[in-house]
T-cell receptor
């Protein structure tokens, strides 16, 4: 079974609008971490935001916020006031096995296109 | 702020050759991760090190080996290269085992011809 599921292969949003990128996850661990990364066409992986499973508040970083719904096992990324530079591939990822330098498991990504 | 450094940024090799990729983590980061991203794919975990010891291992071929040195930099050695090894290879680093923020380097794009 997929550990990280991103059901939106592609999304369009108009400049200045907000957009939500979906991510659901599957784990039996009680302690885990959820990450979002942005990958522009140039290829680098840019860390956006992190949510720990025990964090009671949703993580926010500037225009990025993470809508964490633990019971539903979802960790959606919300980008407010979209900009043309937000056009990129976005990956949701999960880290299990806390206390070890354990891997990130990535979803298949969502390609976001911001339009004028 | 200092970021993860990877060298070289681009590498072209022929089949059956060897390649060495280098990674310099963010200063004071003691944990290094290697990922492989094929064309149109999501990154796949290869291996990680914490305090110079291997910590976790993923789908790393036996032809590949890696280590972390005393200065915390890491090298990924790839031998008997195959066409399928063509990919973007990322190194990421974090501080400690919590790894709440894993920062990726710019990647090394390896092309095997």
């Amino acid at each position: 079974a997929q550990k990280i599921t991103q059901t939106q292969p592609g999304m369009f949003v108009q400049e200045k609008e907000a957009v939500t990128l979906d991510c659901t996850y599957d784990t039996s661990d009680q302690s885990y971490g959820l990450f979002w990364y942005k990958q522009p066409s140039s290829g680098e992986m840019i860390f956006l935001i992190y949510q720990g499973s025990y964090d009671e508040q949703n993580a926010t970083e500037g225009r990025y916020s993470l809508n964490f719904q633990k019971a539903r096992k979802s960790a959606n990324l919300v980008i407010s006031a979209s900009q043309l530079g937000d056009s990129a591939m976005y990956f949701c990822a999960m880290r299990e096995k806390p206390g070890t330098a354990s891997k990130l498991t990535f979803g298949t990504g969502t390609r976001l296109q911001v339009t004028l | 702020a200092a970021g993860v450094i990877q060298s070289p940024r681009h590498l072209i090799k022929e089949k059956r050759e060897t390649a060495t990729l280098k990674c310099y983590p963010i200063p004071r980061h003691d944990t290094v991760y290697w990922y492989q991203q094929g064309p149109g794919q999501d990154p796949q975990f290869l291996i990680s090190f914490y305090e110079k010891m291997q910590s976790d291992k993923g789908s790393i071929p036996d032809r590949f080996s890696a280590q972390q040195f005393s200065d915390y930099h890491s090298e990924l050695n790839m031998s008997s290269l195959e066409l399928g090894d063509s990919a973007l290879y990322f190194c990421a680093s974090s501080s400690g085992l919590a790894g709440e923020e894993q920062y990726f380097g710019p990647g090394t794009r390896l092309t095997v011809t």
